[in-house]
């Protein structure tokens, strides 16, 4: 292994929360969302580098929430018209080693523990691409597009949530970007382990204190759920 970098994708408008400003800039315990993962990030101290991938209308106001936190080796970049190409983008702005590992995180989940980050890079040694993952306690049932019924329960001891931090290996991300990207922005991939396909993913277990800030109510959520780490 060569060296580590993590990808913080940050480019959310606020839109689904209903808030005036995008959520990673919203305050849990004090400090926003975007602050908890550079902290976390940072204390785990093996990384080359933070990239901070932000919607271009809040460039600026990232720079001033991150100021006392990136060193001289990060960077923030503008992200792209979707989550895959705003994660594409900000790997596009390293060099990189087919031996090096690129962790992508969503900041909007302030939660993740420095041993996952630990075991997420032992995995990716073995698959080449990791990701954290929560078992389901829900039974689930498969319902298709546009109909009111199912008739396809699924077999819960097989079925996981994913979550993120996701760690990817530089040469497995090189045979990755040979793979066509759809025209249709709404067909790109929305995570690591989609982007993956029929690829083998290695996973790590989290728990469900691994909460995605995405409506209202998710916030207050996360304040009873945050663990220091």
């Given amino acids: 292994m060569n060296n580590l970098y993590a990808i ?10 209903g808030t005036d400003i995008p959520k990673q800039f919203l305050k849990l315990r004090g400090e926003s969302l975007l602050r908890h993962s550079v902290k976390r990030f940072r204390r785990f101290g093996l990384l080359k580098s933070i990239t901070v991938v ?12 991150l100021e006392d936190l990136l060193e001289p080796n990060d960077r923030i970049v503008e ?5 895959h190409l705003s994660t594409v983008k ?18 909007a989940r302030p939660n993740f ?16 691409a990791a990701s954290l993952v929560c078992p389901v306690t829900e ?18 001891d097989e079925v996981y949530a994913v979550k993120t931090p996701q760690t990817l290996a ?8 040979l793979d066509p990207l759809p025209e249709n922005p709404k067909h790109h991939p929305t995570d690591l382990c989609t982007w993956m396909g029929d690829r083998r993913v290695g996973v790590v277990n989290t728990d469900f204190r691994n909460l995605k800030v995405t409506s209202p109510g998710d916030l207050a959520l996360a304040e009873t759920l945050y663990v220091e780490d």
Wanted: hydrophobic residues 35%; proline residues 2%.
């Fill in 8 to 17: 913080l994708l940050s480019g959310g408008t606020g839109s689904r929360m």
């Fill in 54 to 65: 932000a919607h271009p209308d809040w460039i600026l106001n990232t720079e001033k929430e």
């Fill in 79 to 83: 992200g792209g018209e979707t989550r």
């Fill in 90 to 107: 900000g790997i596009d702005s390293i060099s990189y080693d087919e031996k090096d590992i690129f962790f992508i995180h969503d900041v």
């Fill in 113 to 128: 523990k420095q041993n996952e980050l630990y075991q997420l890079v032992e995995q990716t040694k073995i698959f080449g």
């Fill in 139 to 156: 039974s689930l049932v498969r319902v298709k597009l546009h109909q009111n019924y199912t008739q396809e329960p699924l077999k819960r």
């Fill in 170 to 177: 530089g040469f497995m991300l090189r045979e990755l970007l």
